[in-house]
């Protein structure tokens, strides 16, 4: 390490829960400055980590002279304006998923980046826990020859309780979802793991809690609560006219589940949510669990794999941003978050446009 670098924060969810614990047990590291919509939320979260700075204008944060690197944590809508000015003043960047809210927009941040030559990255941190990387490399070593179709399988029932307040993660306007906040990620895996671009697609978005309570109200949910995708992959050096299959749901019963599957011509692979790796071989009567390192957890926080990723992450940043590298293997960049774009885009368009009615 060359330097102490500087991380500032732009909102108070995830990036307290997970990325300011994270970066704090960063040696080099040091957090300089946080910045909410809620000068409360600003204040409480510099009290718990230490940070000297906090304010309700993020412009404060962004400008700080201390801060090498920007963290934007808030919801979609507002990450075209501040990932620009922070690079604009010469910050590195990690952007929260989806990238923005529209590919003119992706594109605008991407080419911004670039000509900057800062870092840019978008925070996809399940590519750092050591099973997925192990599959990564898996794949590309033949472990089950060409990949014909993966399939993927979320569900976080929580939001099927309709009392779970309104808030932006309802409001399709700031970029609220199951799409942006969970089929970004699997995208980003998909592109990652496989190397072949998703040139066509269905996808059917569904709202089932139509509205939510707002204060003395209830407020109509504008956003999905479920996304489900059919894919075509291109060929590449790992798939062979490979389909895909991804079902999200935020409402579906009993337990959390974030479970990535490959199936190829000689066998199947499966990574759970932690990391953990199963093997199938043709002709295997079922599945072979691997031996595996598995990221630490994150005390207190909800064991849903990110936190781990996360925290196999953030060093690797601070890292580079030490020592003046501006690429990190395996890290999801701009040009990444660009690609997931234009899947997101096109599912929304599939989903509003395409779908048929069967009638009697």
Known sequence: MTKTVGIGFIGTGFARTVQMPAFAACEGAKLVSVASGSLENAAEAAKQ???????ADWHETVQHPEVDLVCVTTPPRMHRDMVLE???????????????????????MTAAAAKAGVLALIDHELRFQPGRQKVWSMLREGAIGKVRHAKYNFRAPHRGDPNVAWNW????????GSLGAINSHIIDSFNWFLDARINSLFCQLHTHVMHRPHGEDLRQVTTDDEAHMLLKFADGPITSSATGLVSVS???????VNQIEFFGTDGAIRVEHRGEVYVAKNGDKGWTELEVDLAPALDGVPDTGFARGFLAFAP???????????????AATFEDGLQVQQVLDAARESSAKR?????D
């Open 49 to 55: 980590f230490g940070i000297e700075h906090f304010t």
């Open 250 to 256: 935020m409402v579906e019963q009993p337990d959390y």
């Open 316 to 330: 690797k940043i601070v890292e580079a941003i030490a020592t003046g590298a501006t690429t990190i293997e395996h």
């Open 355 to 359: 779908f048929v009615v069967i009638r």
């Open 169 to 176: 993660w309802s409001d399709r306007e700031e970029g609220g």
């Open 86 to 108: 922070a690079i604009w003043n010469g910050k590195h960047v990690l952007a929260e998923k989806p990238m923005a809210m529209k590919i003119a927009q992706a594109e605008e």
